[in-house]
């Protein structure tokens, strides 16, 4: 496979990534922090975040490698955002 052949895959990942955040739901988008990621993006008193200021906060973690492709799959399956054979 080589290197070239694990950028693509990343770059295949971020793709369907940005195909599934779209079917999120601004409530999907905080038990995706919660319960996968462990952490939420820093709130001042009584601030509500705005989605795309979520989506920001999970694309760094994935960049940081602090979530992963699958794991955001396997929350969108079993939270019934999408089905098991979405990207089949």
């Not at 820093?42 to 920001?56: A, D, I, P, V």
Request: net charge neutral; with cysteine; aromatic share 14%.
């Amino acid at each position: 496979m080589g290197f070239f052949g694990k950028a693509k895959q990343k770059d295949k990942n971020v793709e369907q990534l940005k195909i599934l955040f779209d079917k999120f739901e601004y409530p999907h988008l905080e038990k995706l922090c919660a319960d996968v990621i462990k952490r939420s993006p820093k709130l001042l008193e009584n601030e509500r975040l705005e989605r795309t200021e979520y989506l920001e906060f999970i694309w760094e973690q994935y960049k940081k490698g602090n979530v992963n492709f699958q794991q955001v799959v396997d929350f969108a399956t079993n939270q019934g955002i999408v089905p098991k054979d979405y990207f089949d």
